[in-house]
């Protein structure tokens, strides 16, 4: 096994897994820490952990459990995978796993990369950028539970980790991969424990690829991991070929009733729900019922869902909590963080109705919503299939009939719930993928 990758949620886990797959790593993804002595085949696996938004010991702890699975595996290397909007407090948690991880595996220096530039985020002089903006610009700025206010991610670190954070500049990187392992150590004998490494392309991810295969502990974003999986990959195309061809089967689609369920906030799936809205039935979710009792109206969600016509050309229903910023900053400012764990709540339980009702299908945006939904059907693994936009591509579960479209929130364009669709009904509507 060459690859242990941890993620923090479950879009991040998928993301990368996409990613790997993609660039000729067999690649399965795990829900959850497997039990010891459970074993995978394959170049990588990914752990999905729900450790973005808990108490940092409860995410250290889940991290190291993780980590102690896929050491005995034989990883050569383990990748800490987050957003590649780096979202964290100023406590964390992904400092605190960062360091968790350094002590555990016996390293005293790792990068910081979450950049992924075919989705906008860039990496430059240390500063995380969304498209053209500095990430605290962005939509992230509203986040509801990771506002992100600062762009600056050696900043960042600082705040959250107990070392101290270097640069390695693009001037750097576009000098070759030689260059950055040089800076890298220059920096860690200097007393820096995590270097930030600046990306704006896909070829200095390569660079950057090559330059940190064999670090014990790399982490990032899902553009590194797809850096590095090119540079250990065996190169041989049709390999790569054959992967996809397996990935196409193993993960594709299967056919039947679906549901879209958002839950993300973010400007992108503000964009997607409103061009939605017009070709399905919707469902929009009452944040007041979810706080009074978000089982029982989490059951309404899925009988309202499991009513509506899926024959023919039709597209599945949507249940959405998705809100504007204006309206999300009113609900937090009189409920708090109890509204996201309520409509979380109402979601799994809607979840696990919908699943009894004959639903195999779930097309779910947003990081928290996707933990909700995935835990909530109790499935144990998944085999990585197509990818529909990067870093979105659908699984399969490998103990349950059930396919799953896991987005982050500011990933895919603004028909991607429409994408998620079968041809047919894409046909018949006209829309794209």
């Not at 993301?15 to 797959?21: E, H, K, N, P, S």
């Not at 991290?63 to 383990?78: H, V």
């Not at 850096?227 to 990959?233: H, S």
């Not at 799994?348 to 919908?354: G, P, Q, V, W």
Request: hydrophobic share 45%.
């Amino acid at each position: 096994m060459m690859i242990g990758v941890i993620a923090d949620d479950f879009t991040g886990a998928t993301d990368i897994a996409g990613f790997l797959v993609a660039n000729g790593l067999a690649t399965t993804q795990m829900i959850g820490v497997p039990p010891a002595g459970t074993t995978v085949e394959g170049d990588a696996v990914v752990v999905s952990l729900k450790s973005r938004s808990n108490p940092a010991g409860e995410a250290v702890a889940d991290s190291l459990a993780a980590l102690a699975w896929l050491q005995s595996l034989g990883c050569r290397q383990i990748f800490q995978k987050y957003c590649s909007t780096f979202d964290s407090t100023a406590k964390g948690n992904i400092g605190p796993v960062t360091d968790a991880l350094m002590e555990a595996i016996g390293t005293d220096i790792t990068v910081i990369c979450p950049a992924l530039p075919v989705n906008g985020r860039s990496i430059y002089k240390g500063y995380l950028f969304v498209g053209d903006q500095l990430l605290q610009e962005s939509g992230m700025k509203d986040h509801p539970i990771t506002p992100m206010t600062d762009s600056n991610l050696m900043r960042l670190m600082d705040m959250q980790s107990r070392g101290r954070t270097g640069v390695v500049t693009a001037t750097t990187v576009e000098k070759g991969a030689d260059a950055v392992r040089a800076e890298i150590e220059r920096l860690r004998a200097s007393g820096m424990s995590y270097v930030v490494l600046d990306a704006v392309s896909d070829a200095h991810l390569d660079v950057l690829g090559q330059a940190v295969a064999d670090m014990k502990l790399v982490t990032g974003g899902s553009g590194l991991g797809a850096g590095i999986a090119r540079a250990v990959a065996t190169g041989d195309a049709s390999r790569t070929e054959e992967l996809g061809r397996q990935a196409a089967t193993a993960g594709a689609a299967l056919e039947g009733p679906g549901i879209v369920i958002s839950g993300s906030c973010s400007v992108m799936t503000n964009a997607q729900v409103a061009a939605y809205r017009g070709l399905a039935p919707v469902f929009d979710v009452d944040v007041e019922r979810c706080l009074a009792d978000p089982d029982a109206y989490g059951a309404e969600m899925a009988a309202w869902a499991l009513a509506q016509p899926q024959d023919g050309d039709r597209p599945s229903p949507m249940i959405t909590a998705t809100a504007s910023p204006d309206i999300l900053r009113d609900v937090q400012a009189r409920h708090g963080a109890a509204a996201s764990e309520a409509v979380e709540h109402a979601f799994a339980a809607a979840t696990r109705k919908l699943a009894e009702g004959g639903i195999v299908r779930f097309v779910v945006a947003g990081g928290e919503t996707s933990g909700s939904v995935t835990q909530a059907l109790a499935v144990s693994g998944f085999a990585i299939g197509p990818q529909i936009a990067p870093g979105v591509p659908w699984v399969r579960a490998v103990d349950r009939p059930l396919s799953l479209a896991l987005k982050s929130g500011n990933f895919g364009t603004e028909s991607f719930f429409l994408d998620c669709q079968p041809a047919n009904v894409r046909a018949a509507i006209g829309g794209s993928a």
